[in-house]
């Protein structure tokens, strides 16, 4: 397997296991590294069931949440870059990466209460700030819409649930007795679909990512997200909410100049241009520019 990305992103990283009511919520984190007081950079270790009763910095943590089939992964390419000022908290997400799948949680307004819990468990008493891709930038956003909730900022990056996703994308499906060769070529086909806008962006070491990530999600029947339920839930947002999108995003293809129509509660709507879907990694440095002055 690939993984110099993922590999290198660890050395820097404690792995962080909190038991919930329903199972085991993994982290992987990042201590800032101006002044940490907490992990050194350049060491790894695991740690179970301890909340975070301080920064290592004054601000508040950053909690990234990744896209459906996904896991912290999907920001292995920010960060490293985002831990020099902000301590990073990078979620697997209930049912997906190494998290454990809650009963009767089928998608992501089942996912909210979790959520919830999960964020006042690991961060007692005090506020964060998330940044959400896709999927859980959509419970994100639910979450936001209810009363209760320790979220200070709210940064969304390409989020579906606006009801502007009027055509499939030409996705494919595994079929049985694949040769491994045949299943990467599904996996390098749905990547170029729906991810990435380059064909070039789509390496060998994405793929092992990818076939890491979808072995492991457990919440495939998701449903919501070719509707309009995140539009709908704006106007109980009580914080400050801005987002950042892919000019290429192929979930927006055709639409993207209604997205500041459908979310009209966000503050700042950024695009980054020549980037698909996954726009913090195949744009890392553009994305990034235009995240620093957010944060």
């Known amino acids: 397997?690939?993984?110099?990305?993922?590999?290198?992103?660890?050395t820097h990283a404690q792995r962080v296991v909190h038991t919930l009511p329903w199972g085991d919520v993994v982290w992987h984190v990042w201590r800032a590294s101006d002044g940490s007081q907490g992990l050194s950079r350049g060491t790894s270790q695991a740690i179970e069931n301890e909340p975070v009763n301080g920064s290592s910095v004054m601000h508040e943590p950053l909690?990234?949440?990744?896209?459906?089939?996904?896991?912290?992964?999907?920001?292995v390419k920010n960060v490293l870059h985002l831990s020099q000022t902000r301590d990073v908290?990078?979620?697997?997400?209930?049912?997906?990466?190494?998290?454990?799948?809650?009963p009767d949680v089928r998608d992501a307004d089942d996912l909210v209460p979790?959520?919830?819990a999960l964020l006042q468990h690991a961060f007692p008493n005090r506020?964060?700030?998330?940044?959400?891709?896709?999927?859980?930038?959509?419970?994100?956003g639910l979450l936001a819409a209810t009363s209760e909730h320790n979220i200070r900022r709210l940064m969304l990056v390409g989020?579906?649930?606006?009801?502007?996703?009027?055509?499939?994308?030409?996705?494919?499906?595994?079929?049985?007795?694949?040769?491994?060769?045949?299943?990467?070529?599904?996996?390098?086909h749905n990547l170029n679909a729906m991810m990435l806008h380059h064909a070039s962006s789509v390496t060998d070491e994405v793929i092992d990512l990818q076939e890491a990530n979808v072995a492991r999600d457990r919440m495939r029947r998701r449903r919501i997200a070719r509707t309009d339920v995140l539009a709908k839930a704006q106007n109980n947002w009580a914080i400050?909410?801005?987002?950042?999108?892919?000019?290429?995003?192929?979930?927006?293809?055709?639409?993207?100049?209604?997205?500041?129509?459908?979310?009209?509660?966000?503050?700042?709507?950024?695009?980054?241009?020549?980037?698909?879907?996954?726009?913090m990694f195949e744009r890392p440095d553009a994305f990034h520019a235009l995240l620093d002055a957010w944060l």
Not at 254 to 268: D, F, H, I, N, S
């Open 114 to 116: 979790c959520l919830n």
């Open 159 to 188: 989020v579906p649930g606006l009801g502007l996703m009027q055509e499939a994308l030409p996705m494919r499906g595994m079929m049985p007795n694949m040769t491994r060769a045949q299943e990467r070529a599904v996996h390098r």
């Open 1 to 10: 397997m690939h993984m110099t990305l993922i590999n290198t992103a660890l």
């Open 63 to 75: 909690v990234l949440l990744h896209g459906g089939s996904g896991s912290w992964t999907h920001w």
């Open 127 to 140: 506020t964060v700030d998330v940044m959400g891709f896709s999927f859980g930038g959509m419970t994100a």
């Open 89 to 102: 908290w990078a979620l697997d997400l209930p049912g997906f990466g190494d998290s454990t799948l809650p």
């Open 240 to 279: 400050p909410v801005s987002g950042i999108w892919g000019q290429e995003d192929a979930l927006y293809r055709g639409a993207l100049g209604k997205v500041a129509q459908q979310l009209p509660k966000m503050k700042t709507l950024s695009i980054v241009p020549d980037a698909g879907h996954w726009v």
